[in-house]
Every structure is written in structure tokens, then in C-alpha cells.
């Protein structure tokens, strides 16, 4: 059975910094590629990041360009959010997520429909 955790969500001034990282289990991580995404209170979740199965390729939101970084560590089963120069619009329920239809970054990359594994989510709130 696979397992998603988050876990390095919190309240965090605007510019802060926040890592948010996400332990799998269940499967063979290097076979996919993963994403991050996250969901405001009254929003539709949003794609925010992903990577490919080996840290080859990464794929953006344009909000959040140039502020995160998203990492993975095959040997360990994770993948990392590092999130920098945070806004109060960064609060949001974050969640990580497998791709199971690819293990490469692709042009529909951000489409959620793309992963079937997510994590339970983790709480970031930027105050302003």
C-alpha cells in the first residue's frame, strides 16, 4: 500500500522560509515523477511544483518561480519543497503527489489528473 507523508508545515512570517518535505513508502520511488500542490481555503487545489524520477527536470507554477525549489532524494524516498521569500497567498494546505503516468516532466506535468497517490497534507500559513 502506498503511503504519502508531509510533514515541515507552520506559520511563518512573510519572507520566511519553510521546507516541506514528503516520506513515501509502498513504492518504487525512482519510477515516478512527483509534484507538489496545494489547495487555499475556498480555492481548487493548484499544482505548484514537480520533478522528474531522477532530480533531471523541474516544472513551476509561474507564482511561485525563482521563491521554491522542489528536491528528492531516491535513496531516502523524498521529495523536498524548499520554500523562500514566502506571501501570505502561499497559505495553503500542501500536498505531495506521484505521477504515476510518467516518470519525466512533461508539458502536462501540472495536470492533477496525471497523479494517483497523494499525502494527507501538511498546513502552511504566512502571516503578513
Known amino acids: 500500500q502506498v503511503h504519502l507523508v508531509e510533514s515541515g508545515g507552520g506559520l511563518v512570517q512573510a519572507g520566511g522560509s519553510l521546507t516541506l518535505s514528503c516520506a513515501a513508502s509502498g513504492l518504487t520511488f525512482s519510477s515516478n515523477a512527483m509534484g507538489w500542490f496545494r489547495q487555499a481555503p475556498g480555492k481548487e487545489r493548484e499544482f505548484v511544483a514537480a520533478?522528474?524520477?531522477?532530480?533531471?527536470?523541474?516544472l513551476y507554477a509561474d507564482s511561485v518561480k525563482g521563491r521554491f525549489t522542489i528536491s528528492r532524494d531516491n535513496a531516502k524516498s523524498t521529495v523536498s519543497l524548499q520554500m523562500d521569500s514566502l506571501k501570505p497567498e502561499d497559505t495553503a494546505v500542501y500536498y505531495c503527489a506521484t505521477d504515476r503516468t510518467s516518470r519525466f516532466v512533461t508539458k502536462s506535468t501540472f495536470r492533477e489528473a496525471r497523479y494517483d497517490y497523494w499525502g494527507q497534507g501538511t498546513q502552511v500559513t504566512v502571516s503578513s
Open positions: 520533478i522528474s524520477w531522477n532530480g533531471g527536470s523541474t
